[in-house]
DNA sequence: ATGCCAACCCGGGGTTGA
């Protein structure tokens, strides 16, 4: 089965460019983060006439989840338990699936803006709810299953995710407290799937529009693939398709593929 | 050339993203 995650900038935006990799990347389930629409706008026809069923979750604006499957999508979980609001908005970050027997989160972490920010509160409250969540499931499920979150996770693991940590003193995305977050949720029995890059010794899956990022390869690792041993011992293959991420009207992420055994 | 930010909402400019 293959699996992605994209952070496609606006699902309507990014339509011609979605479904003709659909086409040539002929992916079995996608997780994709930042539509930019609510769940009534999303491109239904279109990734239906594709060959998929479609689980989306949206308001508009800087938010919303959806899975697209051609392998099954079924018991579909909108949202996560208890989870933190924002301005009095609980936002559309988080969407569950169980497709062709794999349990598959998509999940769009918030920003954070900048340390000491309300929205850097917000995102490792955030962080705590989906762990939480994370928790609740597999213990529901048990050790068989395979599980998995996918998404934009809005930190970079480790220094070498990102293309200069002197960069980043200031920043969010590098912070001990965000890392932290990172940590309990891989302590509910999740690893990191580290995928391979195509070029180049680091696999960035997000470049800013800015100042050349891409083809100066300033970049950072922030979409990532947590599975449990169920998953990852499935996992044959695992890259970011950096291809995605030029020419006119790219997103400014690029999918992370994964190929697991049956 | 991988090429100098893009998408949204609103109604030309501000906000957000990371």
Redesign the pocket.
């Given at each position: 089965m293959r699996i992605a995650t994209w952070?496609v900038?606006?699902v309507?935006?990014r339509l011609d460019r979605l479904a003709s990799w659909l086409e040539t990347a002929s992916p079995d389930v996608v997780c994709l983060q930042?539509l930019?629409?609510s769940t009534e706008d999303f491109p239904y026809d279109r990734l239906v006439a594709a060959g998929y069923e479609v689980a989306a979750y949206g308001t508009?604006?800087?938010n919303g989840v959806a899975v697209l499957s051609r392998v099954g999508l079924e018991a579909v979980t909108r949202g996560l338990t208890d989870e933190p609001h924002y301005d009095d908005v609980v936002e559309p970050r988080a969407i569950g699936v169980t497709c062709g027997g794999v349990r598959i989160w998509s999940v769009y972490v918030?920003?954070g803006?900048?340390p000491g920010h309300a929205?850097y509160d917000y995102k490792l409250r955030w962080f705590e709810a989906l762990r939480a969540t994370v928790t609740e499931e597999l213990e529901h499920q048990g050790t068989d299953g395979s599980f998995a979150v996918l998404g934009?996770f809005?930190v970079a693991p480790q220094d070498d995710d990102v293309y200069d940590i002197a960069e980043f003193a200031e920043?969010?995305?590098v912070t001990t407290p965000e890392r932290d977050a990172l940590g309990r949720l891989r302590d509910t029995g999740l690893a990191d799937i580290l995928p391979r890059p195509l070029?180049y010794d680091q696999p960035y899956t997000?470049w800013?529009?800015?100042?050349?990022a891409?083809?100066k390869n300033r970049g950072?690792r922030?979409d990532l693939v947590y599975g449990n041993e169920s998953f990852h011992s499935r996992v044959r293959d695992c890259y970011v398709d950096r291809e995605e991420r030029?020419?006119k009207?790219?997103s400014?992420?690029a999918p992370v593929v994964l190929d697991t055994a049956d």
């Open positions: 952070n900038n606006s309507n935006a930042e930019k629409c508009g604006r800087w918030p920003n803006r900048e929205h934009d809005n920043s969010t995305h070029k997000y800013d529009y800015r100042g050349l891409f083809p950072m922030i030029k020419g009207g790219a400014d992420h």
